[in-house]
């Protein structure tokens, strides 16, 4: 009966309806006849691409993830392959925890009602996409951000879910959350897909679809 009423609450509710980029330094590049006489070589475009797509994947997982996938295709030898891997389980760790937390992100703004927390977990493409429990597809992120703001205005307010058995799936700079939405403690109430894309080195929401739950599944 609790959970009718949640669900009841959550239908009733509808009802209603990064990091910025460094300034240049000054200065000037050395001309090659400058770097000849000295006894170097100027580095060509595609050695500078190189060194600077490396020093990036160190410091994005996702784009490590990647690489190090690449790699691991390219190499012939065992215990490069094995070297690869290792490396390869760490980066796709740190990276699925880089989902997570943009998943959490998203279920924060949801409890606390805050428009502006939910206008920053949400990509401001008009290709995102939303269905909120027992009601059709809202296209925009206009209309879905209004979505948000009819839901958290409504009468009664929201209800305080929660994500549970989280799993993440990892498509390069796609990647997409399955988990329970439930009050804490209680069995769930909705089923949810969270969809993100990564953009300038950050996960942003483009698509949540959420639908109530009449058969329970057993404890896994």
């Known amino acids: 009966m609790r959970q009718r009423g949640l669900l009841c609450s959550l239908l009733a509710a509808a009802a209603a309806l990064q990091p910025a980029a460094r300034k240049p330094t000054g200065g000037r590049l050395p001309t090659r006849r400058q770097v000849s006489k000295a006894g170097g070589r100027l580095p060509t475009r595609r050695h500078m ?7 990036a994947s160190q410091t994005d997982p996702v784009r490590e993830v990647e690489r190090l996938e690449n790699a691991i295709a390219a190499s012939t030898e065992p215990d490069e392959q094995k070297e690869l891997a290792e490396k390869l389980g760490m980066s796709r760790m740190s990276a699925e925890m880089s989902v997570l937390s943009a998943n959490a992100a998203f279920y924060d703004a949801f409890q606390s009602c805050d428009v502006a927390k939910m206008k920053a977990v949400w990509s ?3 290709d995102v996409t939303c269905v909120h ?6 296209s925009g ?5 209004n979505s948000w703001r009819a839901l958290f205005s409504s009468a009664g307010g929201m209800p305080k879910l929660e994500a549970q058995r989280q799993r993440v ?8 959350v399955t988990c329970n939405e439930a009050p804490e403690g209680e069995a769930s109430a909705l089923e ?3 969809v993100f894309e990564r953009r300038d080195g950050r996960w942003y929401m483009v698509h949540h679809q959420a639908g109530p739950v ?7």
């Open 49 to 55: 691409s190189a060194a600077g797509d490396a020093a």
């Open 192 to 194: 949810a897909i969270n």
């Open 169 to 176: 799936v990892l498509r390069g700079s796609a990647a997409w």
């Open 214 to 220: 009449f058969v329970q599944q057993p404890p896994q």
């Open 124 to 126: 401001d493409s008009d």
């Open 141 to 145: 992120a206009d209309l879905v951000l």
């Open 133 to 138: 429990p027992g009601h059709p597809l809202i």
